[in-house]
Structure formats: structure tokens, C-alpha cells
């Protein structure tokens, strides 16, 4: 059974700090790797998703790296602003159309 | 496209009652999700849908819990009887299968059982 495990649960740094969110996951046979945000009473929303093959993934001031020989994914945040601050979540997919989710990286970025 | 359409935003309902709760995917996304998230389980996968067909049920916790499909563009998660563990966030998602896997979710809807 694929388990997710996300580190650290909690972060907290000021404001222009690049910072970096970590990812583990058990079984190695993975389809894809996406990392979602989450805003406190609201859903999900997509960043990045890595397809197996793939390495990293950028969008703007996020990139998202995937070794999936090792389990594990990095979400780098750069110059972080107080607008980042929100649950950052890591799901990834086996075999059908199953996400398995980790619990979360709550992000809180100080003025 | 107006996203993933959840409804009620909020229900508070007594213990035993029935609970409704209804999704309306993107226009055109031929998966559909519902998961469940708590503070003790983090965001579970209740079950779902493949072009209506309920593929994998799996999560769903008990015979209390019912989830139909009947078109495209709708699908309901029954609670019947409702118990105050069933108090969560229930969230419903779907994907285009072109789209390789990105699944796009709703609002949520916040259901407490006193």
C-alpha cells in the first residue's frame, strides 16, 4: 500500500526566504507526482504535476524535482511572499487513477 | 468553465439524519472523485467514476455510505444514517483522462453531525 509522507508538518519564515517542502513516498511505481495548495476553508488547488519520466517541473516561482528511484519530491519556493502562505500538499498516482495524499506542509510566510 | 461545482457549502445535521451531497464535475472530465478530509486522516479517496461507472469503492468506509452517477454532469454522496464521526470535509474532484492525471477540485462541502 502506497504511503505518502510529508516534512516537515509545519514552517514558518519571514517573508523573501527561499524554502524548500520534502516528499516521500513508499512504492516507487508511480505514475505521476503533483503537488496541490490548499487555503484554509477552501479545495485544492493544482501547482505542479511531474510525470514519472520527468525530473522537475517549474511555474514560476516554484519547482518541483522528483527522484522516483529514491521516493522523493522537493517543492522549492522562491522569495517567498506572505500570498504563500497555505497548506502544501503532495499526492501521487499509481496504477488507475488513484491519488494517495500526504497530510500536508502548513506554510505560513511572515511580512 | 465555472470549475467543479459543490453543494450545500455547509450542512449541519442531528445524528441519524440522511445527508446529500452533490457535485457537478467540469464539463466534459470523464473521472469523478470524492474524498473525505480530517484533521486525524488527512484527505482519503472515497471512491470513483469512470464515464459514470463507479470503478473503485474502496474507501468508502461503511454500508452507510452510497454514491451514484447518474449522467455526466452529476453525481450525489449519500450518508444514511449520519454519525457524528462522519463530520468532515468532503470533497469532490474530477479529471479529463487527456489531461494525465491533474485533477481539479471543488469548494468542499463542511458537514457537521451534532
Known amino acids: 500500500k502506497q504511503e505518502v509522507t510529508q516534512i516537515p508538518a509545519a514552517l514558518s519564515v519571514p517573508e523573501g526566504e527561499n524554502l524548500v517542502l520534502n516528499c516521500s513516498f513508499t512504492?516507487?511505481?508511480?505514475?505521476?507526482l503533483q503537488w496541490f495548495r490548499q487555503d484554509p476553508g477552501k479545495g485544492l488547488t493544482s501547482l505542479l504535476l511531474i510525470q514519472s519520466s520527468q525530473r522537475e517541473q517549474t511555474s514560476g516561482r516554484l519547482n518541483a524535482s522528483l527522484d522516483k528511484s529514491s521516493g522523493r519530491s522537493t517543492l522549492y519556493i522562491a522569495a517567498s511572499q506572505p500570498g504563500d502562505s497555505a497548506t502544501y500538499l503532495c499526492a501521487v498516482k499509481g496504477s488507475g487513477s488513484r491519488l494517495t495524499f500526504g497530510e500536508g506542509t502548513q506554510l505560513t510566510v511572515n511580512p | 468553465d465555472a470549475g467543479v461545482i459543490q453543494s450545500p457549502r455547509h450542512e449541519v445535521t442531528e445524528m441519524g439524519q440522511e445527508v446529500t451531497l452533490r457535485c457537478k464535475p467540469i464539463?466534459?472530465?470523464?473521472?469523478l472523485f470524492w474524498y473525505r478530509q480530517t484533521m486525524m486522516r488527512g484527505l482519503e479517496l472515497l471512491i470513483y467514476f469512470n464515464n459514470n461507472v463507479p470503478i473503485d469503492d474502496s474507501g468508502m468506509p461503511e454500508d452507510r455510505f452510497s454514491a451514484k452517477m447518474p449522467n455526466a454532469s452529476f453525481s450525489t454522496l449519500k450518508i444514511q444514517p449520519s454519525e457524528p464521526r462522519d463530520s468532515a470535509v468532503y470533497f469532490c474532484?474530477?479529471?479529463?483522462?487527456?489531461?494525465?492525471?491533474?485533477?481539479?477540485f471543488g469548494p468542499g462541502t463542511r458537514l457537521l453531525v451534532l
Open positions: 464539463s466534459g472530465h470523464d473521472y
Open positions: 512504492d516507487s511505481a508511480i505514475y505521476n
Open positions: 474532484a474530477s479529471t479529463d483522462s487527456g489531461a494525465q492525471g491533474t485533477q481539479y
